[in-house]
């Protein structure tokens, strides 16, 4: 089973809807730890690469993904944005001129997009960021390709695995971004980048899982 354009073109518009959504949800968390922007800034992105996208709809999965990417670079100011953008930049990169994905691909894709935001944002695991759902949802879905399970069955572990890391955020203390200008006291709240990256993989199971 692969993962075919539409369905690639299918999650990046399930995504904008999850987070136009979950605009004020990520917003109260940004709120307690940050400056209320997440939501907003997510959303305006979203937005405006989708508006976006049919322009490239045509091409290949590489092409539809950078396409993404630079849109959020140029359009989400604050840390997001630049992370997430280099996210989908480094996504399309792995990816170009694939018209579909195996779940082998999909892996290497998200692994490369792991490590772009890595190489910018210098977060480690557990400094209470998006690497920190972003990195067990990876391992989860390696760890499936390897043990050979069906497409299904791996999506759905990489999904659960990141909304572990997501919650396993909330005792952390901040060591990156603006929540670190806390330090202890943002300890006891959910992450804002955490949570945004966990509703993307769970995005990319609810639509690719058939
Ligand atoms: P800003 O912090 O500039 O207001 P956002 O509110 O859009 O930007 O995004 C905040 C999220 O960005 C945080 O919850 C965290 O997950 C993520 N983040 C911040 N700095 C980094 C970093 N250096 N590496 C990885 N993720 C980061
Ligand atoms: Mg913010």
Known sequence: MTITRDDVINWLNEYGRVIAENKD??????????????GANMD???????????????????????????TLVQTVGG???PLYGTFFMQAGTTT????????????????????GV????????????????LTPALNALKQAVADGVDQNE???????????????TIPLVAR?????????????????????SYLLIKAAADMWAK
């Open 118 to 133: 890595v190489a910018r944002g210098k977060a480690q695991l557990n400094d209470k960021t998006m690497v920190d759902a």
């Open 25 to 38: 949800y990520l917003t109260q968390l940004d709120s307690a730890i940050g400056d209320a922007d997440h």
């Open 79 to 81: 840390a997001g944005g």
């Open 176 to 196: 990156k971004g603006r929540a670190s200008y806390l330090g202890e006291r943002s300890a006891g709240h959910q992450d804002p980048g955490a949570t945004s």
């Open 96 to 115: 170009a001129n694939k018209m579909e994905l195996t779940t082998a691909d999909w892996s290497a894709a998200l692994e490369a997009a792991l490590n």
């Open 154 to 168: 791996a999506l759905r572990r990489s999904a659960a695995a990141a909304e572990q890391g997501m919650k396993d």
């Open 44 to 70: 305006r992105g979203f937005k405006a690469a989708l508006f976006k996208l049919p322009t490239v709809a045509d091409k290949d999965i590489g092409t539809l993904l950078k396409s993404v990417g630079m």
